[in-house]
């Protein structure tokens, strides 16, 4: 995977949400790279992944901004002249999201279009890349669910993001912004949010397990997920940000194969020898957004950009934990 480096040496990249799990992960390879000038922007919103730690070890070798894509100044000062724009802030929790919708709008949508703004005006060449969501299928009608699937959000959180992929793709027909949209599914692995569960299961999953407590599963735990390990996804970032012919696309990600929550659950187990599994009725907020058996069909980035999931859920898993052995006072509290 690493044909696409030629690409960004001596270029400048922006990373929005880069002090988060998965925008620091992007920063800490780019910085990898040599050669390449990383700039990185993020709120740290509190209940999100934001994480000073998450660039540790780097900070010396980035620009950081702390502070909101919603500033009109700040983001026309960041865009202009830089040749990459990974955009993933946002909000994250489908939860939060039908809690407080009107916050929602605002960072998913309103926030979105500030930054929009500033590259059609500032850069409109500017290569952007959107990271978005699989959530915003609902709950399929057929498996593994492709980009042709139609599209019914079962929340705020996934109306949103569909929005925003449109503005990204209105920029790009409009103004020739050269926008591509990542429906990413779900992704673990080092720095991720585990101070909450209202961000992401597996990373709760995972939490419990090396705590050694109860993990409990909705349901019988019979439901199908496909995983990505963050590297992964950093791949396909990249990938798609060097590619001239992804531009205006749309591209899911996906898993290699689906696993069912609780072969998760017993996984996570018998990897860090700790850990209780419990079966539960689903909680009536839960139920209402529960889509079922889900997963991607990745073969469209597959033929058009070579990508594919390489790292096994086992190893993903390992790797994960190993990092948080060692950093778990960094990420509990
Ligand atoms: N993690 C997943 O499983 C997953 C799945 C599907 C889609 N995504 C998408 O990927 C992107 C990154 O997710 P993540 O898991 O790294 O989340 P994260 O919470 O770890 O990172 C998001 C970062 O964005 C920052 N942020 C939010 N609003 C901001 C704003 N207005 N201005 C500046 N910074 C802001 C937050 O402070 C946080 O650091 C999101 O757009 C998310 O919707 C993630």
Redesign the pocket.
Known sequence: MSEYFNEYRGRSVLI??????????LARRLVEMNGVEVCV?????PE????LF?IDGIKDRIKLHV?????NELVNHLVGGVDYIF??????SHIDSLLYPQQDLE??CA?QLTLLEACRQFNPQVKIV??????LYGKPVYLPVDEQHRVAPPDI?GIH?LAAEQYHLLYHRLYGLRSVIL??????GP???MRHNR??F?SWFIRQAMDGEVIELFGEGKQKRDL?Y?DD?VDALLLAGASEQAEGEIFNLGGDRPVSLADLADKLVSLTGRGYISLTPFPPERQLIDIGNFYSSYRKIESALGWRPRVSIKDGLKRTIEFYERHRSSYWS
């Open positions: 929005t949400g880069g002090l988060g799990f998965i925008g620091s992960s922007v993020d709120a740290l919103r999100q992944g934001g994480n998450n502070g909101d894509i919603g500033d955009n993933l802030a946002g909000n994250i960072n998913n926030v959107f990271t978005s969501t699989r959530q959180n993001k429906r990413l599914t779900n992704v673990y720095r991720q949010l961000q992401s597996i990505n963050v996804v």
